[in-house]
């Protein structure tokens, strides 16, 4: 039981340049997000997917896009990457079958981009 | 727009004493409040969370909510090195995203 999981790990990019930041988990969570994590700023949720199938947006969701792949899987595309979306990315899951919506997180992905 | 507020810290203590975190929000909807321990470098794993007022205890974690001042704290008793590290608090209103506060930097000293 992996959990959650999220490649790659780092990368890299130029202004401009365009990438897919994947997650899957095999907790069988019906909910799905996508975070990223800046110094003095917090969590702030980017995009969600409360189901497969379904997807909405967060408190940030410029210059991102994500797909609901399948229940396991929810990808984060940046199209033109900006010097601005450099930050720590997490991919969670949520469970509520304790009757709360409890998250887990992967490891994370650091993003430069320059 | 919600918000959940912490105080950055970092709250340093000594081995073995109490180490206290609060968190106060400003959504009185609020329903479901979480603590998240993150590591330098690390993603953030659950402590614990708490839906109803009072305490609730989990080994050496106790988690208070006070919903009619809108608070939350974490309490964490024999305070230990491997402590050390941001602990975030989050609420939610019963919808399944969370509202993350910046987090408090604990520094546990031997």
């Known amino acids: 039981n992996a959990g959650v999981t999220q490649t790659p790990k780092f990368q890299v990019l130029k202004t401009g340049q365009s990438m897919t930041l994947q997650c899957a988990q095999d907790m069988n969570h019906n909910s799905m997000y996508w975070y990223r994590q800046d110094p003095g700023m917090g969590l702030r949720l980017i995009y969600y997917?409360?189901?497969?199938?379904?997807?909405d947006k967060g408190e940030v969701p410029n210059g991102y896009n994500v797909s609901r792949l399948n229940k396991r899987e929810f990808s984060l595309r940046l199209e033109s990457a900006a010097p601005s979306q450099t930050s720590v990315y997490f991919c969670?899951?949520?469970?509520?079958?304790?009757?709360?919506?409890?998250?887990?997180f992967g490891p994370g992905t650091r993003l430069l981009v320059l | 727009q919600k918000e959940v507020e912490q105080n950055s810290g970092p709250l340093s203590v000594p081995e073995g004493a109490i180490a206290s975190l609060n968190c106060t929000y400003s959504d009185r909807g609020s329903q479901s409040f979480f603590w998240y321990r993150q590591y330098s470098g690390k993603s953030p794993e659950l402590i614990m969370f708490i839906y109803s007022n009072g305490d609730k205890e989990d080994g050496r974690f106790t988690a208070q909510l006070n919903k009619a001042s809108q608070y939350v704290s974490l309490l964490i008793r024999d305070s230990q090195p491997s402590d050390s590290a941001t602990y975030l608090c989050a609420e939610t209103s019963g919808y399944s995203t969370l509202t993350f506060g910046k987090g408090t930097m604990l520094l546990v000293s031997p």
């Open positions: 997917s409360a189901s497969e199938g379904t997807t």
């Open positions: 969670a899951s949520s469970d509520g079958s304790s009757g709360v919506e409890t998250q887990y």
